[in-house]
């Protein structure tokens, strides 16, 4: 079962609102990835988590806040965002990071800043 | 650097006909991944094939097979009889060993016409 849950689907907020997003996955996955795509665009990596600790963070704003409570879950803290954040927000899931496992993605989350 | 390039923007055919999506990929690794993937209008990425860089076999699987040659760092994906349900935005990526990003390419628009 490769499945990536994302919620919510739809996230509207203002730009004095602080909101999170939810990732979970059940495949004992041990990397967990954010991904911002804007529209017609190829998804661009944001954050990366392996085995729990942040390994990569793609010089995101601060605005933009990762959390790994635990292996299966991720979250992605959102606090005085800007219009142009608004875009489809991905997670995915890998296996094993250093064997370059192959990505699973969840649906998204599609954020409108207003 | 790592860099995927998909020529073609957007490409429209009529239902049961055959078309090939190019990818064509610049590394200087020896040890690589391809990858391809499906994101239908709901948005969600979903993996097709990974294959890594000494397995040069032709892949088929169903309507789908793909063609990865070395000699033209090209892994071209071709659809047989497509379908309207094929009609997404397929995406083309690379990743390499030690490395846990994916480069993708922009990605080709297909839209298959009943």
């Known amino acids: 079962d490769t499945e990536v849950t994302q919620t919510p689907k739809h996230l509207v907020m203002g730009m004095t609102n602080k909101k999170s997003l939810k990732c979970e996955q059940h495949?004992?996955?041990?990397?967990m990835y954010w991904y911002k795509q804007k529209a017609k665009k190829p998804p661009e990596l944001m954050f990366v988590y392996s085995y729990e600790k942040l390994s990569i963070n793609e010089s995101v704003p601060s605005r933009f806040s990762p959390e790994c409570p635990n292996s299966s879950l991720l979250n992605l803290h959102l606090h005085a965002l800007q219009p142009e954040d608004s875009a489809l927000y991905l997670c995915a899931s890998s296996q094993d990071p250093p064997r370059q496992e192959t990505q699973y993605f969840g649906p998204g989350t599609r954020l409108l800043v207003l | 650097a790592q860099k995927v390039t998909q020529a073609q923007t957007e490409i429209s055919v009529v239902e049961k006909e055959d078309v090939t999506l190019d990818c064509v990929y610049e590394?200087?690794?020896?040890?690589?991944?391809l990858f391809w993937y499906k994101q239908p209008p709901s948005g969600e990425l979903v993996f097709l094939i990974r294959?890594?860089?000494?397995?040069?076999q032709n892949e088929i699987s169903g309507r789908y097979s793909w063609n990865f040659q070395k000699s033209t760092s090209s892994f071209n994906f071709t659809i047989t009889a497509s379908q309207v349900v094929d009609s997404a935005v397929y995406f083309c990526?690379?990743?390499?060993?030690?490395?846990?990003?994916?480069?993708f390419g922009k990605g080709t628009k297909l839209t298959v016409n009943p």
């Open positions: 294959r890594n860089s000494f397995d040069e």
């Open positions: 590394t200087r690794d020896t040890t690589y991944y």
């Open positions: 495949m004992g996955h041990r990397a």
């Open positions: 990526a690379l990743s390499l060993r030690g490395s846990e990003k994916l480069v």
